[in-house]
């Protein structure tokens, strides 16, 4: 799309942290999300946090029996039942997709296939329909000591006049990930995540907030606001783009503490490819450094 084609477009977003949504039933968190979607003024895209899935299985009665600290066994030993909960949490999420006419991406959700179990995104768009799925590539401690295996591809989306990449869980903490991403040509990348313990706002820094300075594309960060598996998840959500075209170089259209219940902004893709056309970082990278995970990209520079 060309510069004068992106003149005014603008894309409405959304990161829902799951504080103030009522899980009791699935009908009920139903109407709870619609309500607030409204409220904001009906995004185009909605972003959930990590583990939200996990968290509305819990509170609507899907699955009740199971040690979340050992998920990965008790899924590979129970894959029916669990099975079960992912299908509920696919089809309602794709019934509002559908009825709010958005594209959704869904928290990080266990999911298991040939007896190995990834956390892992999924995409949908607004007609309801599944458009893809991202697993989580790069595993913290605690769930690499759980049994959780990693992701290994890096997908692009297309929703609306964005190329979007998907940052899951760890992922937003290691740059090679969001690097990768934005020289396939990302130009919007979704971060679900739940950070477990106080809000940590230089950790939270560290991460999406750094990639998207190094890659110069928006993201919109969904944090978990959340007691759960007996752990509290206290995050600041926000949408993001490069410091020179955000209120005050700050790196954030916007942002929210723990007790926020939706974050939204629009993008304004003209002001980033102004700026792409002015300092365009990824030209200035040496392309041979990605030569191996990267082929298509050092062959056109080289």
């Known amino acids: 799309m060309s510069s004068f084609e992106l003149k005014g477009v603008i894309m409405k977003v959304a990161a829902i942290t799951a504080h103030g949504l009522e899980l009791n039933t699935a009908n009920a968190y139903r109407s709870s999300l619609k309500n607030l979607v409204k409220f904001k003024g009906h995004p185009g895209l909605l972003v959930f946090p990590g583990l ?13 029996e199971i040690n979340w600290s050992v998920m990965p066994e008790w899924i590979k ?26 594209y959704l991406v869904g928290g990080t959700v266990p999911e ?50 964005h190329t979007l990449g998907v940052l899951a869980g760890s992922d937003g903490w290691h740059p090679e990930a969001g690097r990768i991403l934005a020289l396939q040509g990302a130009s919007l990348v979704a971060a679900p995540a739940a950070l477990p313990g106080k809000f940590n706002c230089w950790l939270q820094a560290a991460g999406i ?89 050092y062959d056109t520079f080289s």
């Open 52 to 64: 939200f899935p996990c968290l509305l299985a819990r509170q609507t009665g899907w699955i009740r």
């Open 77 to 102: 030993n129970n894959p029916e039942a669990w099975f079960k909960v992912v299908e509920n949490y696919l089809a309602l999420h794709g019934e509002i997709a559908r009825e709010l006419d958005c």
């Open 112 to 161: 298991i296939e040939d007896n190995r179990v990834f956390l892992t995104v999924h995409l949908w768009e607004p007609g309801g329909n599944l458009m893809g799925r991202q697993r989580q590539t790069h595993l913290h401690s605690l769930e690499k000591k759980q049994g959780y295996s990693r992701g290994e591809e890096l997908p692009l989306f297309s929703v609306k006049e």
């Open 209 to 297: 907030w750094a990639q998207v300075q190094q890659n110069q594309f928006w993201a919109v960060e969904s944090q978990l606001c959340a007691t759960f598996g007996e752990k509290n998840y206290n995050a600041e959500s926000a949408v993001l783009g490069p410091c020179e075209i955000t209120p005050g170089q700050t790196g954030y259209l916007e942002r929210g503490g723990p007790g926020s219940r939706a974050v939204v902004a629009d993008l304004r893709e003209e002001e980033r490819q102004d700026l792409l056309s002015r300092y365009p970082l990824l030209q200035l990278l040496n392309p041979r450094a990605y030569g191996g995970c990267l082929r298509e990209y």
